[in-house]
């Protein structure tokens, strides 16, 4: 699996994939790319502009399903902890 980037094009056309109901590891196979790279992009880390983007896109595809998604920027669910970068991990065991 690539870790490659998406072009902005990508990631609009596979965020209204995603919202008509494609799987995360149907796009990553499409694709080709890391899932963490959707995410980002759903996230609004990379692409910025393309959720908007696809929101409008998805009004003209289909303006009945356009009522039911929220197209703001995703927020994850889980926070990542990260070790404090003055503690070794052995520091962790004792």
């Known amino acids: 699996m690539s870790a490659g980037k998406l072009t902005e094009d990508e990631a609009i056309a596979g965020t209204i994939e995603r919202w008509q ?8 196979a ?3 790319v890391d899932p963490r790279r959707w995410y980002e992009v759903w996230q609004g880390k990379v ?3 393309a959720l908007p983007k696809a929101y409008k896109k998805l009004c003209q595809i289909d303006p009945t399903l356009s009522k039911s998604i929220n197209p703001s920027p995703s927020k ?6 990260a070790i404090p970068q ?8 004792e």
């Open 30 to 32: 499409k694709y080709g």
């Open 47 to 49: 692409h910025p502009e």
């Open 76 to 81: 994850p669910r889980f926070k990542v902890m």
């Open 86 to 93: 003055d503690r070794d991990q052995l520091d962790l065991f």
């Open 21 to 28: 109901g494609r799987k995360v590891r149907e796009l990553v």
